[in-house]
């Protein structure tokens, strides 16, 4: 089949494009660099033209509510736009675990995404998934101020971000269900601790500081609003073997 991804040149995206490309599948990796802006619209029609489904794990790095809402409302809105106009089958997108107990910072705009995907005339598919293992190199590099890196504490469940990318090709290659089960990695960890596991295994010397957070966003991860509930599909790696590959 044909599948579109949208953002497959970030993170999760890349892995996706592989994961489909991987099964046999055709794959378009639509992105900036290809000429699609999911913000003002430019290239979707062509991008997601002829695709039997779409993946979307379009993002933005932002802990403030204004811009993340702002982005992932357009994006949605845009994305789900040129679908219809163009007919696609099913539309895929990638959230975040616990964003309606925890709507605030960056969680805000992956709410108000989610509930532009539920009004939706294109039928879709919504894949809430934990922290991916890769969002403690994120954090580090955020983090880090000269010598001393000011990890913040958080309760996370991470999964590797090659598994989420397997469930993504795999929801498209199925029918449309609204909502999907969650996705969260085997075994809870402590964010700060990931971030100075994921240092160490880098060769770094900088001093990892454990620091909670005073913005709301922060002290919901700290309190384990993240934290995926009963029900969720756990993966299989670990964030302790994950961190053995990257050494």
Same mark, same amino acid.
């Given at each position: 089949?044909?599948?579109?991804?949208?953002?497959?040149?970030?993170?999760?995206?890349?892995?996706?494009?592989?994961?489909?490309?991987?099964?046999?599948?055709?794959?378009?990796?639509?992105?900036?660099?290809?000429?699609?802006?999911?913000?003002?619209?430019e290239g979707l029609?062509?991008?997601?033209?002829?695709?039997?489904?779409?993946?979307?794990?379009?993002?933005?790095?932002?802990?403030?509510?204004?811009?993340?809402?702002?982005?992932?409302?357009?994006?949605?809105?845009?994305?789900?736009?040129?679908?219809?106009?163009?007919?696609?089958?099913?539309?895929?997108?990638?959230?975040?675990?616990?964003?309606?107990?925890?709507?605030?910072?960056?969680?805000?705009?992956?709410?108000?995404?989610?509930?532009?995907?539920?009004?939706?005339?294109?039928?879709?598919?919504?894949?809430?998934?934990?922290?991916?293992?890769?969002?403690?190199?994120?954090?580090?590099?955020?983090?880090?101020?000269?010598?001393?890196?000011?990890? @913040?504490?958080?309760?996370?469940?991470?999964?590797?971000?090659?598994?989420?990318?397997?469930?993504?090709?795999?929801?498209?290659?199925?029918?449309?269900?609204?909502?999907?089960?969650?996705?969260?990695?085997?075994?809870?960890e402590e964010l700060?601790?990931?971030?100075?596991?994921?240092?160490?295994?880098?060769g770094s010397r900088?001093?990892?500081? @454990?620091?909670?957070?005073?913005? @709301?966003?922060?002290?919901?991860?700290?309190?384990?609003?993240?934290?995926?509930?009963?029900?969720?599909?756990?993966?299989?790696?670990?964030?302790?073997?994950?961190?053995?590959?990257?050494?």
């Amino acid at each position: 089949m044909k599948i579109t991804v949208v953002g497959g040149t970030g993170t999760v995206g890349s892995l996706t494009v592989a994961a489909a490309r991987g099964r046999g599948h055709e794959v378009t990796s639509a992105s900036r660099r290809t000429g699609v802006n999911v913000t003002t619209g430019e290239g979707l029609n062509e991008a997601l033209s002829g695709a039997d489904a779409v993946v979307d794990v379009s993002s933005m790095p932002t802990l403030s509510v204004s811009p993340a809402v702002k982005f992932f409302s357009a994006a949605a809105k845009n994305v789900l736009a040129a679908a219809g106009t163009v007919k696609v089958p099913h539309v895929v997108r990638l959230s975040i675990i616990g964003v309606d107990r925890n709507p605030h910072g960056f969680y805000a705009g992956q709410l108000a995404m989610e509930k532009i995907y539920d009004d939706a005339a294109v039928p879709t598919t919504v894949l809430r998934a934990a922290q991916f293992h890769e969002f403690a190199a994120q954090t580090l590099q955020r983090s880090t101020l000269g010598p001393v890196v000011l990890a @913040p504490r958080a309760r996370v469940q991470p999964v590797a971000g090659r598994e989420v990318a397997e469930n993504l090709v795999s929801l498209a290659e199925g029918e449309p269900m609204g909502r999907a089960a969650d996705l969260a990695g085997p075994r809870e960890e402590e964010l700060a601790q990931m971030v100075r596991g994921y240092a160490h295994s880098q060769g770094s010397r900088r001093l990892v500081l @454990p620091v909670r957070l005073p913005m @709301p966003m922060m002290r919901g991860m700290a309190a384990g609003l993240q934290l995926p509930s009963a029900g969720a599909q756990l993966g299989n790696q670990s964030f302790p073997e994950w961190l053995e590959q990257q050494k």
